[in-house]
């Protein structure tokens, strides 16, 4: 049953996904464990009902990058419940070379 909440690729969405910004704060959601996979999950505030749950895969930095996690938790501030699973179980390309990409483009 479709319900009248906005779908994930509505041009609203992937602007958010793919807004170049680096954004600041800290991350609330946490990591356990979901199927034998290591996971970022972030639920909405108020999680008393049912809730739609959006499945973030990840670039090559994975889900230990602290900007992907607030993209999550932004999205959870709208209603969703967010996961993310290590696709990459644990080797992601080291965060630090998006530091120097963002510093000294090519």
Known sequence: MLCNRPYVA???YVSQLTNPDLHEGTPLGHFEDLHGLRT????PP????KVDTI????DIYGPD?????????EWSKQGWKVVIPDLFVGDP????????????PP
């Open 93 to 104: 390309v080291p965060i630090e070379d998006i530091r120097v990409s963002l510093s000294a």
């Open 40 to 43: 970022y999950i972030i639920n």
């Open 65 to 73: 990058y602290v900007n992907t996690q607030l993209v999550a938790d």
């Open 55 to 58: 499945i973030l895969l990840t």
């Open 10 to 12: 509505s041009p609203l």
């Open 46 to 49: 108020l999680n008393n009902e």
